[in-house]
């Protein structure tokens, strides 16, 4: 293993989260372990055809030919659109990432029912800013894989910039909600939410772990790339 890491991260390019909440997770690594991220046109989420097709492969190929010139030991589709589309999509995508470009890939979804079966959950809760078009997407979905929706909380919005102004408390708000209904964990899906900032006091208050996207795809892309996740030590349990 190369001193050296580098983590490719394709992503939205209305995020204004992702990128400095990636640096402040992987800071325990130093200089040895690094996030570059490539962006595509991403500016709102709903069912609409218009916005399917902000997904569609070439744009985020692109981008991953451009992470692929940094060298990047993996690429990282880190972003949510799986939830909804299904998870064909990002399997299909993430073996394109590979075939185009020799270089191991996930996703945030990928990563997040890798950490569902690892973890043996059955009963989910479930927190996003999106509209109930997409959350109702997310629900059949994982109802598919067996993972039943105990409580789920949405602020109904469209985004995409704007699910980065909402406040760390009021996410944090939103789990403690879910939380109550005592499911075997809560996912926090969107990448572009400040749902990792209170991760560490949330967990503690109520007992359940918490899989946030940010920190779900980190997770996986360390593990892929045979980084020790448990360096990292104030961002919830999944990284112990």
């Given amino acids: 293993m190369s ?13 204004a989260v ?24 991403v500016t ?9 097709n902000q997904f569609k492969l070439d744009p985020i190929l692109a981008a991953a030919d451009l992470l692929s010139d940094a ?7 880190n ?19 590979r075939t185009r470009t020799g270089i191991e890939a996930t996703s945030t979804i ?3 029912n890798k950490a569902i ?8 809760g479930l927190v996003t800013p999106y509209l109930s078009e997409i959350q109702d997407r997310l629900i059949a979905n994982h109802e598919q894989i067996d993972v039943e ?16 102004c909402y406040s760390p408390r009021l996410v944090a708000d939103l789990i403690r909600e879910a939380a109550d209904a005592r499911p075997d964990a809560i996912a926090v899906v969107c990448t572009n939410f400040r749902g990792a900032d209170l991760i560490e006091q949330v967990e503690r208050e109520t007992g359940v772990i918490v899989l946030d996207s940010a920190v779900v795809t980190l997770w996986d892309t360390l593990r892929m790339c045979r980084r020790d996740p448990t360096r990292i030590t104030k961002w919830g349990r999944l990284l112990r």
């Fill in 3 to 15: 001193y050296w890491t580098r983590i490719g991260m394709l992503t939205p390019s209305s995020f």
């Fill in 18 to 41: 992702l990128e400095p909440m990636t640096a402040r997770i992987l800071a325990p690594f130093g200089n040895a372990v690094t996030a570059h991220f490539a962006r595509f046109l």
């Fill in 44 to 52: 709102q989420i709903s069912m609409d055809q218009g916005s399917q």
């Fill in 71 to 77: 060298h990047s030991d993996v690429i990282a589709w």
């Fill in 79 to 97: 972003g949510t659109s799986a939830s909804w589309l299904g998870f064909h999509t990002d399997e299909a995508l993430v073996q394109a990432i």
């Fill in 110 to 112: 990928l990563a997040l």
């Fill in 117 to 124: 079966r690892l973890l043996g959950l059955r009963r989910l």
């Fill in 149 to 164: 929706i105990v409580a789920d909380r949405r602020l109904k919005d469209r985004g995409n910039f704007s699910f980065a």
